[in-house]
């Protein structure tokens, strides 16, 4: 655990923790008919991809989910949302003494917070362009929007490494290990890697709501287990909002998250896992997150040196196993046991590791 974290201890109780996760659970849940109301009456509807990352044409995509044009879009608003929310009364309550503390602790929450609504709002515009069809490929193009995710990341990386002075990685079975100035475009790439695994991963019905639950919620156990009870009361707010989300996102989708939710969520789950110093972890909490992305990376590599060919159907890899038959809610469910599965691994390693 970060030495600058350790003395940021204030007490929250179990109950309280999970108090506030369903708080949050229940705002989303009584928010989301009139949100989808504003959704629809403004046509902030889905729009088809009309072209893969490589420039070719999304066959595959097209064919499976030409049924979801004009879903209503940009849900994220509304997960992180109700996390604002429920942290904003979490003071409230503590102001009127129902509570001895609140979630809203700078040692413990603003940094995440930070990065859940930059990332947030820079989802929004890029979901924006896309619904609008504005831009060469929808929505922005990538050299800004990763360098928007790059500068927001260093801005939360320098603050880690200079204001709160950490340092070190924690390598399971091993210890600490200091890295010096390599914590900053380490810490660049597990938030800004994190962020996109999860964009990527948001493709069908409930499948990235579904994990990020199990994700968040991984986290909160360690961070509880941790003594880091604020930071474990945030990790179950995000769980009980996103599970909110969740309830009208299984198949078929009321509406879906998009950038705004995915990137949002992605970048503070990255940077939980920091505050926690589980970084190592992480590839197992988010386990289906990771071979998302790495399954884009290899189709990418594979076209470029292999002459075109492609190592799946379609990528990312559940779209592979659309195309294979399997049915868009059996491939969410199986990867749902997948990462619940990994996310129980990770768990038992960050407590004995």
Known sequence: MPDALVHVRPEISLVAILGYAFLAFAMGLL?????????????????LRVETVDGREPSVFSMFHEKKFGTPTMGGILIWGSIVLTVILSRFFAFLGFVHNSLLQRGQVYLPLFTMLAF???????DYLNIRGVG????????????????ISTICALWFWLKLDIDQIHIPFWGSVTVGGWYVPIFIFIIVGTANAVNVTDGLDGL??????????????????????????????????VAAFLWHNVPPALFF?????SLALGGALGVIAMMIDQTLI??????????????????????????????????????HFEA?????????MRLWIVGAFFALLGIVLGIFG
């Open 31 to 47: 928010m989301t008919p009139p949100y989808v109301r504003f959704l629809k009456r403004n046509r902030i509807g889905k729009q």
């Open 120 to 126: 947030g709002v820079l989802g929004a515009f890029d």
């Open 136 to 151: 060469k490929k929808r929505g922005l193009d990538v050299l800004p929007k990763i360098l928007s995710l790059l500068v």
């Open 208 to 241: 990235a709501g579904g994990l990020l639950v199990l994700a968040f919620g991984s986290f909160g156990v360690l961070a509880y287990l941790k003594d880091l009870y604020v930071l474990a009361g945030f990790c179950a707010v995000c769980s009980g909002a």
């Open 257 to 261: 998250m998009g950038d705004t939710g």
């Open 282 to 319: 992480l590839p197992l909490v988010g386990f289906v997150f990771v071979v998302e992305m790495l399954s884009v990376i290899i189709q990418l590599l594979s076209k470029k040196f292999r002459g075109g060919k492609k190592v799946f159907i379609a990528a990312p890899i559940h779209h």
């Open 324 to 332: 294979k038959g399997w049915g868009e809610s059996k491939v969410t």
